[in-house]
């Protein structure tokens, strides 16, 4: 029983870092965008949305949608803000 047990949990750490091991490859895959902020125009934006009465739009997700519409990339995110920006932002692209 006790061997059993031991199979299995041994079974069941290889099946993890096999995992853990697709997750890395997947992420050594991801292509690195150079990110190039453009503090003035981040500033602009984040007024605006406050003016509209989005609050809680965060610097990091001006700057994702930044960097996204320089490099003309989509944004996959479930986050509600990138949703709001698009009210505010012309030209960032959103995943369907």
């Not at 099946?15 to 991801?30: C, G, S, T």
């Not at 739009?57 to 930044?66: E, F, S, Y």
Request: proline letters at 3%.
């Amino acid at each position: 029983m006790l061997l059993t047990i031991l199979s299995l949990q041994s079974w069941f750490l290889f099946w993890l870092l096999k995992k853990q091991f697709k997750v890395i490859e997947l992420l050594n895959n991801i292509t690195l965008l150079p990110l190039q902020p453009n503090w003035a125009e981040i500033i602009n934006w984040q007024t605006a949305c406050l003016s509209k009465g989005h609050n809680g739009i965060g610097i990091p997700d001006l700057l994702i949608a930044q960097n996204s519409r320089q490099q003309n990339c989509k944004i996959y995110s479930l986050d509600k803000h990138f949703r709001l920006m698009t009210e505010v932002i012309e030209n960032i692209q959103l995943s369907d």
